[in-house]
């Protein structure tokens, strides 16, 4: 199965902040790349699909640029709502995998 | 409106037999790219998928847990159920069912509120 991997494992920052996540594939995925957002003690939300397209709703200050093995999403200005874990997840194969996890905490 | 709920017990002994269900509504799973998946997240830890159930029947399970592992379908209750034998305490974990939705690239995706299970005698 496909590897995702991403760094770092945790982000210090503060409210305004521009953060930026990286997330890895161990083989290309074109850009079948989801980002979703996981709040203390909640269900993942999904935030990003085909790596740069925003699910309705979601904020602008939200983004995903990449293709073939190298992802990133970016934060343009870190509010309170925004500290989370954020995965990464490949659809290129039929099983779907996720990134070991970015936390994103208060600086 | 898409909706998900897991149920099943909370609490299983090591050696037994884990059955959880995630009933759903909002769609149809024998509608085109459409797949109801399981995911856990053992406390403090990442999330690892353990299989997916798509719409035209075909199962995808995770290759290290695979011989532990079936998911099925019961559609006329609008139910996906996910059985994992042998249970050990590193299975203790919270299982999420997860409505996903593909066409081209395109993707939705809505979980359920995941349910707790602890792995002990």
């Known amino acids: 199965d496909i590897q995702m991997t991403q760094s770092p494992s945790t982000l210090s920052a503060s409210v305004g902040d521009r953060v930026t996540i990286t997330c890895r594939a161990s083989e290309s995925i074109s850009t079948w790349l989801a980002w979703y957002q996981q709040a203390p003690g909640k269900a993942p939300k999904l935030l990003i699909y085909?790596?740069?397209t925003l699910k309705s709703g979601v904020p602008s200050r939200f983004s995903g640029s990449g293709s073939g093995t190298e992802f990133t999403l970016t934060i343009s200005s870190l509010q309170p709502d925004d500290f989370a874990t954020y995965y990464c997840q490949q659809y290129n194969s039929y099983f779907r995998t996720f990134g070991q996890g970015t936390k994103v905490e208060i600086k | 409106q898409i909706t998900l709920k897991e149920s099943g017990p909370t609490l299983v002994k090591p050696t037994q037999t884990l059955t959880l269900t995630c009933t759903f509504s909002g769609f149809s799973l024998t509608s085109r790219g459409v797949s109801v998946g399981w995911i856990r997240q053992p406390p403090g830890k990442a999330l690892e998928c353990l299989g997916f159930l798509f719409w035209n029947d075909d199962t995808r399970y995770s290759p290290s847990l695979e011989s532990r592992l079936t998911i099925t379908k019961d559609t006329s209750k609008n139910q996906v159920v996910l059985t994992m034998t042998n249970m050990d305490p590193v299975d203790t974990a919270t299982y999420y069912c997860?409505?996903?939705?593909?066409?081209?690239?395109?993707?939705?995706?809505?979980w359920g509120q995941g349910t707790q299970v602890i792995v002990s005698s």
């Open positions: 997860a409505y996903t939705e593909e066409w081209f690239g395109d993707l939705d995706s809505t």
């Open positions: 085909k790596a740069s």
